[in-house]
């Protein structure tokens, strides 16, 4: 492949003499960038920096983009949830949400004959999605009154296994069990399915009963490397499950009530030896206790005791507030404001937990109402940090803490737990990596205070859902040279002609190496719902 001359753009450069320098930098930022064919030849005739190899990969990516859009492709009638982070395969479920589909990404290939190829159009079969997409399985999940969570999935590191979530739908009114909060509704069966990708096969499932576990966009959940959290709202019980290379799911600890292995059996010999207390001192009550057995001792644990999550919690701001101050007048000032604010404490639920190595987790706490909700993002919650290996709380933040916002634009990928498989899931551009991110973090926060909004009060939020859809097409513009137009993306169809009266949402999927993408349009008509599918290419 020859390399283009350069001569003529050089020639330019040195007659324009009249050129500010801030107009020779852009200038040559666009020769260095604009050129595809001169990236690959100074990646052949040069050497990267130490370290910087993938880095300098990723820069090719600002002339790797999607260049061409297929409208209204002919696709089957399914719900598209995301692809995997090494783009192999495509994640899909049923309109009935009861079986799992799969699909192995695959390029479009066709030929022509003569010259000039970039003038002929696409062939037809370029509006198929067959020819982008090749099914590898379907296999039926669910029957009868139990469905998939269409917002809900979620891979290993290493892409050999997915968990698909399947629940039936919530009772609102249903009846206080024993242990269970108050006011937070009950799902009759709530089960996590271990997937292997390659061949559709499950290998290992478990299951919930009458419990409430926030599915949607995995708010419940979360997975770091092997370990596997699900937050049961109604019991208040985190549960850590360790998944196994052979595709099982193994029990490691349950943190809620108790804390460690052995709190149960501690508990229960000193609530017996209350009981025999009780029983030597009142012979007549003896006959009672001995019929009633353990339902008395788990009603005076219920009765007596706060869970030992909620223990530690306030065993830490007691102690947090003992230590703020050494002279004797203040602290009972802080002692006085600890027990005022002692019954709001206790009355917090844990509504989310996610990992930030294998040994802390951040929970979130807040109200009863919050937890059951799913757009809490205006009512007042705490962050808590707690070492499962010492059972203590190590931090407490409320959400408008400004400590915890600076900690979390610092170090902005230990919250996000970055995948290190592939490689390049490293180095995707945060807060604490990127100089740009924090510019536009600055700006955000210039324009709320501005505005005189509220601090940010949610740190743990998911963005994978559907938007609104914009009558202007999505432009994506050069970081580097910021009046640069790279590409655009217009998700709804063609020539316009849709109803401006019906609610359009849209959802993106980009696939994780190839400038490829896929746009889901959705415009709501009742009865109906009309879906059009876009793919977006470089051609």
Known sequence: MAVPSTSASSSMWNSSSTGTKKQQQEFRMLKRNGNIVERIFNRQISISRPNTQIQRARQFYENLVPSYTIYDIECPDHSFRKFTSDGNYLICFSRSYQELIVYRHRWLSYCYKGEDCECNDLPPKAKNFESYFSLLYSIPLTSSNEFICKEFFLYMENNQFGIVATSTAPDQDAPISEG????????????????????????????????????????????????LSIMSIRYQTIYILQIRDAGTFVDVRAIGTYCREDDELILNSQTQGI????KETDQEARSDH??????????????????????????????????????????????????????????????KVQFLDRHHLLIKFGSVDGGVSRSSDYQTAFFAVYNMETTEVVAFYQNSSEELLCLFEQYCDQFRVPSPYPL?????????NNVCAREQLRKQKDACIKNKASSYSQLISATDRHRPCMEHPIKFISKRCPNSLKFKINPGLEVGGSDGRAKRVVSFLFHPVFPFALSIQQSITQPSVITVVNIHLRR
Request: without cysteine; charged residues 15%; hydrophobic residues 40%.
């Open 180 to 227: 269970a909060i108050q006011g937070v509704p009950s799902i009759e069966k709530i089960t996590f399915y271990l997937v292997r990708l390659t061949d559709g096969e499950v290998m290992d499932e478990r299951t919930f009963q009458n419990d409430f576990i926030h599915l949607g966009h995995n708010m419940g959940v979360f997975l770091y490397d092997d370990l």
């Open 275 to 278: 009981l025999n207390h009780g």
């Open 290 to 351: 001995m019929a009633n057995g353990m339902q008395q001792n788990q009603q005076l644990q219920s009765s007596t005791f706060l869970g030992g999550i909620k223990q530690r919690l306030l065993s830490f701001i007691f102690r947090s507030l003992w230590n703020e101050d050494t002279v004797p007048m203040q602290r009972v000032q802080h002692m006085k404001r600890f027990y005022y604010h002692f019954q709001h404490y206790v009355d917090l639920v844990m509504w």
């Open 424 to 432: 390049y899931m490293r180095f995707i551009s945060s807060y604490s």
